[in-house]
């Protein structure tokens, strides 16, 4: 857990300190991260996700877009937010309802309403350990765009917030 908290300590600086955070954070490619990185079990997953503030920061050119919710022990998603654009000062409490769980196949999965008219679609991501960091990945097998950015996951247990 000392590699997540030191990632999540690296960014919490940059958040304080103003710094740029798409230039600190680090990146990975789909394929790199398949083919060099350690895919977690079921149950690495578990006492990752369960519990945990899980952050996740989605590449959108020079800039993230930065999810964060709580992935509860019920199975329910609680403290959802959304930063576009990794913004300063733009995150924004979404509230909603939803689902988090890990399938058998060890993916975590979320599903969360913000009350659109449109039905949430479940998202579920394999993920895996590369460079000291944990990254989600949607296919391990015949990869649609293997260059494509791997997105960053931070896991923080409840002690560590």
């Known amino acids: ?20 955070i798409a230039a600190e954070l680090p990146t990975a490619t789909v394929s790199e991260v ?4 350690r895919q977690l079990s079921r149950p690495e997953v578990e006492v990752l996700a369960v519990g945990s503030q899980i952050k996740r920061y989605i590449p959108t050119g020079v ?29 924004r409490s979404m509230g909603g309802t939803g ?9 975590l999965c979320t599903k969360v309403q913000m009350g659109m008219k449109v039905e949430a679609s479940e998202v579920c991501r394999f993920i895996f350990e590369f460079g ?9 097998k015949n990869l649609k765009n293997p260059d494509a950015p791997a997105i960053l996951h931070v896991f923080v247990r409840p002690s560590e917030q």
């Open 63 to 91: 800039r993230y877009n930065t999810h964060s919710w709580v992935c509860r022990r019920d199975g329910t998603v609680g403290d959802f937010t959304n930063d576009r654009d990794g913004e300063t000062g733009a995150v």
């Open 99 to 107: 689902t988090c769980r890990i399938d058998d196949n060890g993916r």
């Open 1 to 20: 857990m000392k590699k997540v908290s030191a990632v999540f300590g690296g960014l919490a600086a940059l958040a304080i300190f103003g710094g740029s």
């Open 34 to 37: 398949v083919a060099s990185g």
């Open 132 to 140: 000291g960091a944990y990254w989600g990945v949607a296919r391990r």
